[in-house]
């Protein structure tokens, strides 16, 4: 699919934090997915990834790279990856408009 900028962003946080990452790993990339599950319906799902597939997008930024599958990328659409580092912990957290309701635990939601 190629790399692409509009449907899904990453914050300048996000891309520091995932440059740093990559920088460590070999050059992995972030793959961000949409899983079915979760408590509220569904779930996002990251991991390091070293090369992305034939039908990823792949959203490059400030020396990060996020590997997303066409599937999530349809439920991510018009999304935010960002990174908070705050005393209760450090995580990348998805602002996605496109979920009506979504859990505490922030990894899970539903579509209404």
């Known amino acids: 699919m190629g790399t692409i900028t509009a449907p899904f962003r990453l914050t300048d946080r996000a891309a520091e934090r995932i440059a740093e990452i990559s920088?460590?790993?070999a050059g992995a990339a972030l793959?961000?997915?949409?899983l079915a599950g979760g408590c509220s319906g569904f779930q996002y799902?990251?991991?390091l990834d070293q090369q992305p597939a034939a039908e990823d997008a792949v959203i490059e930024q400030a020396g990060a790279r996020v590997l997303i599958d066409p599937a999530s990328l349809d439920l991510l659409a018009g999304s935010e990856l960002d990174?908070?580092?705050e005393l209760m912990g450090s995580h990348f957290a998805v602002r996605n408009p496109n979920a009506?309701?979504?859990c505490g635990c922030g990894t899970s939601f539903s579509l209404g």
Do not use: I, L, P
Request: hydrophobic share 40%; glycine share 0%; proline share 0%.
């Open 23 to 25: 920088a460590s790993q």
């Open 83 to 85: 990174y908070t580092d």
């Open 45 to 47: 799902k990251f991991e």
């Open 100 to 102: 009506a309701s979504s």
């Open 31 to 34: 793959r961000v997915a949409v």
